[in-house]
């Protein structure tokens, strides 16, 4: 009875703001790419790039020093509700819309977190998050997603 009760479980996809942390921790509505620019000028906070990185499967010191090329002290001294740089913004919530896109592919998180931190051949056999430290590395991931979803070989 338990197999047909895993697989009867519907995934549900927390979506971009989810990832975010939830519209608790976004503090604007997200209707189209220039609102994500918005909120990556307004700056998110901590506590919603912390939502981000327990999605991605890797420790917040491999992420900071690894993907925001920070030390993680800097990241721990800061509050939940203090809000990171333009910079360090855009690039988590380009992170979250790749991590979405893979959610919306494979429909299960326990998968995302396992190809992310797999070698993949059409990415050089790199992992897709050691990619993700550059917008380059993210478009590459976001377009090996795209190849999957529509059953190219990859």
Do not use: C
Request: without cysteine; charged residues 25%; aromatic residues 6%.
């Amino acid at each position: 009875m338990k197999i047909a009760e895993k697989h009867s479980k519907k995934f549900h996809n927390p979506g971009l703001i989810g990832l975010l942390g939830g519209k608790d921790v976004v503090s604007m509505p997200i209707h189209s790419e220039f609102d994500l620019i918005l909120l990556s000028n307004e700056g998110i906070t901590k506590q919603s790039l912390e939502s981000l990185i327990s999605y991605l499967g890797i420790s917040k010191k491999t992420f900071s020093e690894n993907i925001l090329d920070a030390s993680v002290k800097t990241l721990e001294r800061k509050k939940n509700t203090d809000k990171l740089s333009k910079h360090t913004s855009s690039l988590a919530i380009e992170i979250a819309k790749v991590v979405k896109h893979a959610l919306d592919v494979f429909e299960d998180e326990e998968k995302v977190k396992g190809w992310l931190n797999s070698p993949i051949r059409a990415l050089n056999y790199s992992k897709p998050i050691d990619l993700f430290y550059l917008p380059t590395g993210l478009k590459m991931v976001d377009n090996v997603l795209g190849r999957i979803e529509h059953g190219v070989y990859s």
